[in-house]
């Protein structure tokens, strides 16, 4: 890729937005995806525009884009001759949604490093994807989900989002900012899907309530009856371990202590005779008296130990009777294991589960009833706030036609009329079931094009062109509202010409105030309007077909304005000129 290295003369719009605005989308590099081999494109803030000849490569730029942020890949896309194709784009973080950082903590990414926030998408011809945010690998979801953070992607056929009365609903609670309204709302009717949940849970037939009840009561029985206790599984084992191997541990205490009894030969007889030893020692020589109390120490430690075996002894129990008993009690606490979790304190909360769960069972009329109450003060918290929100809307719908009208007049529909008409459901349909979460209300635009004609649907509109123009005019009644920093404009201005060609561009400079803005267009005017403007361009080197983009200078846009409108004559160029000026 070539790229000048001057700066563009700015008007004051320009320079303000040098000034004061950072670039959104700062980078897009692009290798091995169609006829791109390496390509680096460093976006401006504001307005920029992307011109070209048919077939040039502008659309790959969509589709890069496309791809960095989430969109099914294409192995066809990439390079004949390479094995790997990459997209990359570096956003500039401080205008993105301020849930960001959180979000990214939450999904174990690194953070922004410099505000910046770096995508990174990555396919090969064998089929391998990776993806990556911040350098941390990630799923393609995840990539998709911050993209819709980051930009808005508008191209011939993406304006059929707007026949969607969703989408039309989503635009007018954007521009009156009803988003904590639409959130609170949405919050009741899922408190309601709660309760009914609940409800469902208890409303059961006759048949299928008794074998529940019986099946908890079995349970519960089963578990109360135990009278478990926490950690008293190692105790019963160890108890259990000395029960059945009573026998031996007392032969073992038995012979321990025939080895230190009185016998003639035992240690306690032969620490006799030691004792005496040392005592006529002592007498010949009283240095020797530490001996003697070292001799009595050990003695007295013998004797401690024959005590302890002695008590050791009695405390073997050979009660066959008992024996039974522990191992009946690990029985149990196994079968109940088996049953009901993996440790007794696991059995012993399932048991207070399956209690709380019977007493809910038993007393199911009371609970049926308290349920039904609360679903009936819920429902009176959700119609009184979906007729808070409708009132709001009822008061904004007039603001936003006109809004929308001032903006299809500029785009050449000077006596076209555009309405909203706002449907509310009434309690009487509501009966039964809750609304969706976004309110009560139904929002249809309606547009007529040309005087004397009755407002229709927008979804009645056939004009790709008429159709391309009211979503602009949306866009830019919306612009100072929309919280996406990147507007990506791919021919929305087809089938529009003359001075509506230049409203268009009037409409991208304007939105671009708010927004970032990439428009690819083969509108003159709609390319003299922007504030950057770049070049796409197929050269052949080596027998091969690269596509390259260059940022053009001053004396480069009169030429390129100028091949738009249809060559290199003096009148074309003027014509050009003029429409930069």
């Known amino acids: 890729m070539t790229c000048a290295s001057f700066l563009l ?54 589709g890069a884009l496309n791809l960095v942020l989430g969109e099914r890949a294409d192995r066809t896309l990439i390079r004949a001759g390479s094995d790997t194709c990459s997209v990359e784009a570096v956003f500039d973080a401080r205008r993105v949604n301020q849930e960001l950082p959180g979000w990214l903590e939450e999904n174990g990414l690194e953070p922004c490093e410099d505000h910046q926030l770096v995508l990174k998408r990555t396919f090969t011809a064998a089929g391998t994807n990776r993806q990556f945010i911040n350098g941390s690998p990630t799923t393609l979801a995840a990539l998709g989900a911050v993209g819709e953070w980051l930009v808005d992607m508008h191209g011939p056929h993406d304006h059929q989002s707007l026949l969607h009365p969703a989408k039309q609903l989503a635009i007018l609670d954007a521009f009156g900012g009803f988003g904590p309204q639409r959130d609170a709302f949405a919050a009741l009717v899922r ?41 008293e599984e190692a105790e019963v084992q160890l108890e259990h371990g000395r029960a059945s191997n009573a026998a031996r541990l007392l032969e073992l205490c038995q012979s321990a202590l025939a080895l230190l009894g009185d016998d003639e030969g035992s240690l306690l007889t032969q620490a006799g005779q030691l004792g005496r030893t040392l005592h006529d020692l002592q007498r010949i020589d009283p240095g020797a008296g530490e001996l003697a109390a070292q001799h009595a120490a050990a003695l007295e430690t013998w004797r401690e130990l024959q005590n302890g ?44 589960e399956a209690a709380a769960k019977l007493q809910l069972l038993e007393q199911r009329d009371g609970e049926l009833h308290r349920l039904n109450e609360a679903i009936r003060q819920m429902d ?28 299809l007049k500029d785009l050449g529909f000077a006596q076209g009329h555009f309405d909203i008409t706002v449907t509310t459901a009434t309690r009487e349909e509501l009966a039964g079931g809750a609304p969706g979460l976004t309110g009560l209300d139904q929002v249809e635009f309606q547009f ?75 509108l003159a005017p709609v390319a003299a309007a922007a504030m950057t403007h770049y070049q796409v361009s197929k050269q052949t080197r080596d027998g091969r077909t690269n596509s390259e983009i260059t940022r053009l200078g001053p004396a480069e846009r009169v030429t390129e304005i100028a091949r738009m409108l249809g060559g290199q004559s003096e009148a074309a160029r003027k014509h050009a000129e003029e429409l930069l000026a």
């Open 9 to 62: 003369p700015k008007d004051s719009l320009t320079a303000k937005l040098a000034r004061s605005e950072p670039k959104m989308l700062t980078t897009l590099r692009i290798k091995n995806l169609a006829l791109v081999t390496d390509l680096t494109l460093e976006l401006q803030p504001g307005y920029n525009a992307i011109t070209g000849e048919t077939g040039a490569g502008k659309s790959i730029i969509i």
């Open 191 to 231: 408190r309601r899907g709660d309760l009914e949940a609940e409800k469902a849970a208890l409303v059961v037939d006759d048949k299928t309530y008794a074998q529940q009840l019986d099946l908890l009561r079995f349970q519960v029985q089963e578990i109360t009856t135990a009278r478990l206790q926490p950690g």
């Open 309 to 352: 075996l002695s008590h050791y002894a009695d405390r073997v129990d050979l009660d066959p009777a008992r024996l039974q008993e522990l191992e009946e009690r690990l029985g149990l606490l196994h079968t109940l294991k088996r049953k009901y979790g993996t440790t007794i304190e696991e059995v012993i909360a399932y048991g207070a």
């Open 380 to 407: 009176g918290e959700i119609w009184r706030a979906g007729l808070e929100l409708s009132q709001q809307r009822r008061k904004l719908v007039t603001a936003l036609a006109r809004a929308v009208a001032r903006q």
């Open 448 to 522: 007529a094009p040309n005087p004397g004609e009755p407002p229709r649907a927008l979804r009645a509109i056939a004009s790709s062109g008429e159709m391309a123009r009211v979503m602009l005019a949306l866009k830019t009644a919306l612009a100072e509202v929309d919280e996406v920093p990147v507007l990506v404009f791919d021919e929305v201005d087809a089938n529009v010409g003359g001075e509506t060609a230049a409203a268009v561009g009037g409409k991208m400079r304007q939105i671009a105030v708010q927004h970032q803005v990439l428009c690819i267009t083969h």
